[in-house]
C-alpha cells in the first residue's frame, strides 16, 4: 500500500512535469510544429518491374557492330559501243577495275590494242579504257590522225607510243581534289608515234621538233579539240609537258561537255 502510493505520487509528478514544459512552450514554436506537421513528405514509389521490361542481354558477338562491306555498283557494260567498236579496233572486254578509292569506275572497261579502218595503228601497250572513250579515239585516230601525217609528213602512223589510259588518281598527280578522267578510264595520254617510212616523233622534245614534225604535232593538238574536250600538252602546265592529254570529261555541275584547249 505504501510502495503503491509512492508510485502514484512520482506519476503525478512526471506528468506535472511534462504539462508544465508544454505550457513553457511559446505560441511561435507552436506554430512551427503545426506547420510541420502539415508538409507532406512524398513516399518514393515502389518501382514496377513491368513499366521497365529488362532488355535482353547482348549475345558476345552482338556487341561489336557488324563490318560494312561496301561495293561500288559497276554499271551496266555498254554492249552497243562494244559491238559498234570492235568494227574499228582490235579491242577486247575488260573485268572491272580494283581501287582504293570506290568512286574510280569505268562504265565499260575495255583494253584497246590497236585501232584499225585505214592504216591499223598498234598500241605499245593495251591501254584499259571506257568503251566510249575508245570508240572516240578510234574513229579519231583512223581519220583525223591518218590524214594529218600524210598532209605534214607525207607518211602513216603505224605506232602509238602511249601513256597512262586508266589510273584511279587525282587531276595532275595531286593528292586532294577532283578525280582525273583517267580515274573513270575517259581519257588517254599519247607519248609519240611511229610512222611507216620509219621515222618516229617523241611528244616530250616538242620545242625541238623539226619543222615538218612540228606542224604535224601543231594541226594534231588544234585537231583534238574538235574531237575531245579537254587537251593539255606541252607549255599547258608542268604535268602535261611530256604528253598529250585527250579525255572526254564532264564536271558534276555541268553534265554538257565543258571543253579546255591548251
Ligand atoms: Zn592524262
Same mark, same amino acid.
Given at each position: 500500500?505504501?510502495?503503491?502510493?509512492?508510485? %502514484?505520487i512520482l506519476?503525478?509528478?512526471?506528468?506535472?512535469?511534462?504539462?508544465s514544459k508544454?505550457?513553457?512552450?511559446?505560441? /511561435?514554436?507552436?506554430?512551427?510544429?503545426?506547420? %510541420?506537421?502539415?508538409?507532406t513528405?512524398?513516399?518514393q514509389?515502389?518501382?514496377?518491374k513491368?513499366e521497365?521490361p529488362?532488355?535482353?542481354?547482348?549475345?558476345?558477338a552482338?556487341?561489336?557492330?557488324?563490318e560494312?562491306t561496301?561495293?561500288t555498283?559497276?554499271?551496266? $557494260?555498254?554492249?552497243?559501243?562494244?559491238?559498234?567498236?570492235? !568494227?574499228?579496233?582490235?579491242v577486247?572486254?575488260?573485268?572491272p577495275?580494283?581501287? !582504293?578509292?570506290?568512286?574510280? /569506275?569505268? #562504265?565499260?572497261?575495255?583494253?584497246?590494242?590497236?585501232t584499225?579502218?585505214?592504216?591499223?595503228v598498234?598500241f605499245?601497250?593495251?591501254?584499259?579504257?571506257?568503251?566510249? $572513250?575508245?570508240?572516240?579515239y %578510234?574513229?579519231?585516230s583512223?581519220?583525223?590522225?591518218?590524214?594529218?601525217?600524210?598532209?605534214?609528213?607525207n607518211a602513216?602512223v603505224?605506232e602509238?607510243h602511249?601513256g597512262?589510259g586508266f589510273v584511279?588518281?587525282?587531276?595532275n598527280n595531286r593528292?586532294?581534289?577532283k578525280?582525273?578522267?583517267h580515274a573513270?578510264?575517259?581519257a588517254l595520254?599519247?607519248?609519240?608515234?611511229?610512222?611507216?617510212?620509219?621515222s618516229s616523233?617523241?611528244?616530250r622534245?616538242a620545242?625541238?621538233m623539226?619543222?615538218r614534225?612540228a606542224d604535224?604535232?601543231?594541226s594534231?593538238?588544234?585537231?583534238?579539240?574538235g574531237?575531245f574536250?579537254?587537251?593539255?600538252? #606541252?607549255?599547258?602546265?608542268?604535268?602535261?609537258?611530256?604528253?598529250l592529254?585527250?579525255?572526254?570529261?564532264?564536271?558534276?555541275?555541268?553534265?554538257?561537255p565543258?571543253r579546255?584547249?591548251?
Amino acid at each position: 500500500m505504501f510502495i503503491r502510493l509512492i508510485i %502514484a505520487i512520482l506519476i503525478s509528478g512526471l506528468s506535472s512535469s511534462v504539462a508544465s514544459k508544454e505550457v513553457a512552450a511559446g505560441p /511561435v514554436e507552436r506554430e512551427l510544429r503545426l506547420r %510541420a506537421a502539415d508538409v507532406t513528405i512524398p513516399v518514393q514509389r515502389p518501382v514496377d518491374k513491368r513499366e521497365f521490361p529488362s532488355l535482353p542481354k547482348l549475345k558476345k558477338a552482338e556487341t561489336s557492330a557488324p563490318e560494312i562491306t561496301v561495293e561500288t555498283p559497276q554499271p551496266a $557494260f555498254d554492249e552497243a559501243c562494244f559491238v559498234k567498236l570492235s !568494227k574499228t579496233a582490235f579491242v577486247s572486254r575488260a573485268s572491272p577495275p580494283i581501287s !582504293k578509292d570506290p568512286q574510280c /569506275v569505268i #562504265p565499260s572497261p575495255v583494253i584497246l590494242h590497236r585501232t584499225l579502218g585505214g592504216r591499223s595503228v598498234k598500241f605499245t601497250d593495251g591501254l584499259l579504257l571506257d568503251c566510249n $572513250f575508245a570508240r572516240q579515239y %578510234a574513229g579519231f585516230s583512223s581519220t583525223t590522225l591518218q590524214k594529218l601525217a600524210k598532209k605534214h609528213l607525207n607518211a602513216g602512223v603505224t605506232e602509238l607510243h602511249s601513256g597512262q589510259g586508266f589510273v584511279c588518281r587525282r587531276r595532275n598527280n595531286r593528292s586532294t581534289g577532283k578525280l582525273s578522267e583517267h580515274a573513270f578510264g575517259n581519257a588517254l595520254d599519247l607519248l609519240g608515234f611511229k610512222f611507216n617510212d620509219g621515222s618516229s616523233l617523241n611528244i616530250r622534245k616538242a620545242v625541238d621538233m623539226p619543222a615538218r614534225q612540228a606542224d604535224f604535232f601543231n594541226s594534231l593538238r588544234e585537231a583534238s579539240c574538235g574531237a575531245f574536250t579537254t587537251v593539255l600538252g #606541252p607549255g599547258s602546265n608542268p604535268a602535261h609537258a611530256t604528253h598529250l592529254h585527250l579525255d572526254l570529261g564532264r564536271s558534276k555541275e555541268n553534265p554538257n561537255p565543258y571543253r579546255i584547249c591548251e
